[in-house]
C-alpha cells in the first residue's frame, strides 16, 4: 500500500424529507447563490422544498447550468455571485449543477478566467458550497472533482478543489429520473468503481473487498431498480452506493486507471454522448486492450463479482469483459460506437488530441494517442 493522507470533510445528510434540515445547515451571516439546471427541480418537488427551508434566507438564485456544465455559463454566474458580494453556494441538482457550482465557487473566489482554473487542474481558493443532490452518479457530491466544458472548442476537462460543506441526499428525489439517466447514473458508479479497482492485485485487501462490495451492490439492484424505480429502499442503496463509488473511500493507498473516463469526456464533448453511458462503451474496449496488464486482477474481478471459477485463465479474463459488457447492456445502453454513429474520423480526432496534449493516462500512463485509438477501434 502506497502512503496517503484521508480526509473527507463533507457531511452527509441522508434520506427521507432531509431538504428541510437546510436551515441548520446553512450559514446565516452570507449571502447565498442557489445554483440550478434547467428546472427539473420545478417538476419532482425538489425546488419547492428548497424555497419553503430556505425562507428567511438572504439569497439569489442562477439558473441554467447545464448538463455537461460549459464555462461559458459559468462566467455569467460568476459575473453575477461578485456583483451580488455572495459568501456561500448552494448546488441543486444533479453532477452538473454541483460541478459547475464549485466553479462558481473558485471563479467569485478568484481574479482568474474560470476556463485558467480548470487549465490549471486545481483551485487556490475557494467559497464554501453545498448541495442538495437529484442525481446518484458522479459522486461530486462527496469529492473534490469537477468536470468543465468549454463549448467553444469541444474541450472537457476536470479540475480539482475543495469538498462541499454538506451534502443532502434525499432517494425520494429519485423519483423523477427517466429509466435512461437511471442507467447512466449506475453505469458510472459502476465504471468509478472498476477504474480505481482494475489495476493490479495485492496492494490492498481491504480496497479491494470494499471495490467488490460496491460492484456487487450494483449488480445486485440494477435489475431490481428497472422493475421498480420508486422503492425507497433500493434507490437509498443506488443514491449510497453512487457516493461510495467515488469519495475516496475505495482509493486509499493504491493505483488508479482513469483512462476511460478520459476517453469518456471526448466522446461526449465531441458527441454529446451522456457521461455514464460513454463509459458503458469504453470501458469494456479499455478492458479488452489492455487484458494482459491487468490479467491478474481481471481474474480476481471474474472470480468474486461474476463467481467465474471454470476455464483457462484466458478464457476466464475474456469472461470476465464479456460480463462487463453484459452487464452495461443489461442497464439498457449500447456499448458499441457504430450503435451511436461514432465513427473513423472521431476515433482519429481523440487520437491527436491526446498525442498533441502529450497525455498518457491509465495506472501505468502508457494510454497514450495511439492505445486510445486502438481501445476506440475495439469499441467500434
Ligand atoms: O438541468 P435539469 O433540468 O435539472 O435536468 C437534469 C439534466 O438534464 C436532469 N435531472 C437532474 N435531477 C433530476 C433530473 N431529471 C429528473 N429528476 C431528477 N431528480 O438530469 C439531467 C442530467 O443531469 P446531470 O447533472 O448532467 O447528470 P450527472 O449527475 O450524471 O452529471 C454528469 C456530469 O458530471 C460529470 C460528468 O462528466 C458530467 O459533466 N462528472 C463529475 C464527476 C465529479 N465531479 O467527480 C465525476 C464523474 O466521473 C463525471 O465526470
Ligand atoms: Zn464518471
Redesign the pocket.
Known sequence: MQNFIFQNPTKLVFGKGQIAKLPELLPRDKKIMVT??????K??G?YDQVTTAMKGFDYIEFWG?????TVETIRKAVARGKENNVGFLLAV???????GT?LIAAGIASEVDAWDIVKKGYAEEQLPFADV????????EM???????RAETRE?Y?WFGKYPQFSILDPE??????DY?VA??LA?AY??VLEQYLTTPGQSRLMDRWAEGVLQSVIEIAPKIKENPKDYDLMADYMLAATLA?NDFIRMGIAQDWAT?QI??EL?ALHGV???HS?AIVMPGTLRVLKEQKHDKLLQYGERVFGITEGTEQERVDKAIEKTEEFYRSLGLTTRLSEENIGEETIEIIRNRFNERGVAFGENKNVTGDVAREILISCS
Do not use: F, M, R
Open positions: 440550478y439546471g434547467g428546472g427539473s427541480v417538476n419532482n425538489v447550468i447545464e448538463p455537461n456544465p441538482g444533479g453532477g452538473s449543477v454541483l460541478d464549485k443532490l437529484t442525481v446518484p452518479a458522479t459522486g461530486s469529492n473534490q472533482g469537477s468536470v468543465i466544458t472537457k476536470g428525489v429519485t423519483y423523477s429520473l427517466s439517466q447512466c447514473g458510472d465504471t468509478h467515488l473516463h469518456g469526456h461526449t451522456t457521461h455514464g463509459l
